[in-house]
């Protein structure tokens, strides 16, 4: 069955500080992996996209990195700001499997 | 803008009374879907199109239907609503379906079925 974990389910950090958001798949055959950040009442928005041969891809302060082998994924975030507050979604294609979310709070 | 916009974007119906769900895209996109996400179980894609004229299921279809007789619009038909559709809708839609294309998401329609 294809599935997408992703963990912490809930994380709460300092503005400023770095996070890395965790993601498990077992989605076959895989085709990419996309990171999405979902703000409160919006639709997501893609920050990064890995296909196979792609190990880390960056947006400004968002670094995704992917290990086809193990078929984990992580988000890091530098320097956490505010605007980070949000729910952040790991999809995994083949066939798009949407992971539950990781939701971020970042406190001043 | 290059936008994709979604209405309305709240609705309050009841069981039955069939209910539409615009979409519209001002990008010339191919590819448009439809996905609702509910607690726990994430975003899950209701129908896709390909292209004018062109769709498929996605993961749960049951209660829906969609069509699309121009690209830039692709409406979600409820034709008898029942309180398992209360959710959040999206619309989406992207250049193609490849697997490098970045897909734009609506800002999304909050439905309640009474």
């Known amino acids: 069955k294809n599935q997408v974990e992703q963990s912490p389910q809930s994380l709460i950090i300092l503005e400023g500080k770095n996070c890395t958001l965790q993601?498990?798949?077992?989605?076959?055959?895989?085709?990419?992996l996309r990171w999405y950040k979902q703000d409160t009442g919006r639709g997501p928005v893609s920050l990064t996209i890995?296909?196979?041969?792609?190990n880390t891809k960056s947006n400004g302060r968002y670094t995704a990195t992917l290990d086809a082998d193990t078929k984990q994924s992580s988000l890091h975030i530098t320097a956490s700001q505010l605007s980070d507050s949000a729910s952040y979604i790991c999809?995994?294609?083949?066939?798009?499997?949407f992971g539950d979310g990781t939701t971020l709070t970042v406190k001043p | 803008e290059a936008q994709v916009t979604q209405n309305p974007r709240y609705l309050i119906t009841v069981t039955g009374k069939k209910l539409t769900v615009t979409c519209s895209q001002n990008m010339n996109h191919e590819y448009m879907s439809w996905y609702r996400q509910d607690p726990g179980l994430g975003l899950r894609q209701i129908y896709y199109?390909?292209?004018?004229?062109?769709?498929d299921k996605g993961d749960v279809p049951e209660g829906y239907k969609v069509s699309r007789k121009e690209k830039r619009n692709f409406p979600l038909i409820l034709e008898s609503p029942s309180p398992n559709q209360t959710s959040l809708y999206f619309c989406?839609?992207?250049?193609?379906?490849?697997?490098?294309?970045?897909?734009?998401f609506g800002p999304g329609t909050r439905l309640l079925v009474l």
């Open positions: 989406a839609s992207s250049l193609y379906a490849g697997v490098r294309e970045t897909q734009y």
């Open positions: 993601c498990n798949y077992t989605v076959s055959p895989f085709s990419n």
């Open positions: 999809v995994v294609a083949g066939k798009s499997t």
């Open positions: 890995m296909t196979f041969s792609e």
């Open positions: 199109s390909m292209n004018v004229e062109v769709t």
